[in-house]
């Protein structure tokens, strides 16, 4: 782990050890309900997009844990993984933007959540790239807090709409 990568290491370890208990127990709770949620057209990409911004937690926590990696290896990590999940919220905003009976505010509103970590991390991972590590490492930071944020408003909603 290169220096700037170290001094976060406490950082990731909290962070990789949260969101994954939380994808566990999101899983679980989805799980009980699932009969009822693939019933629906927009709740199985919400539900999706809400581990996507959870795995996307994790896989940066985790990678960020790698012994003697170069921060431009890290960030280059993180962009691809936050590329990945980015295809599950994309997919997520197409199928709510499909809504016809919910207001356009109402559909952006939908989306918003589940964009903002991804952004942070892409915005993240593009410092870290280019050289500003520091400041990179922060917005990640933020995207992390984000991720869960994100995923459990994106979860609640989801396992609402199931009992409505």
């Not at 799980?31 to 539900?47: D, Q």
């Not at 993180?78 to 499909?98: E, K, M, P, S, T």
């Not at 970590?117 to 993240?124: E, M, S």
Request: proline share 4%.
């Amino acid at each position: 782990m290169t220096e700037p990568l170290a001094s976060w290491s406490e950082f990731n370890v909290a962070m990789v050890g949260a969101t994954a208990a939380l994808a566990g127990l999101l899983i679980v709770a989805m799980s009980v309900n699932i009969a009822e949620i693939m019933k629906s057209v927009t709740l199985p990409p919400r539900a999706a997009s809400s581990i996507a911004a959870l795995v996307l937690a994790i896989t940066a926590g985790a990678f960020g844990l790698v012994p003697g990696q170069p921060a431009v290896a890290y960030g280059i990590e993180v962009l691809v993984a936050a590329l990945v999940a980015g295809v599950f919220q994309v997919h997520a905003i197409r199928v709510v933007a499909g809504e016809r009976h919910v207001a356009p505010t109402e559909r952006a509103l939908k989306s918003v959540a589940g964009v903002l970590p991804v952004a942070a991390f892409l915005t993240g991972a593009v410092l870290v790239i280019v050289g500003t590590v520091e400041i990179g490492l922060i917005v990640m930071a933020v995207g992390s807090v984000l991720s869960i944020i994100a995923a459990l408003i994106i979860a609640w909603v989801v396992l609402v709409e199931v009992l409505r």
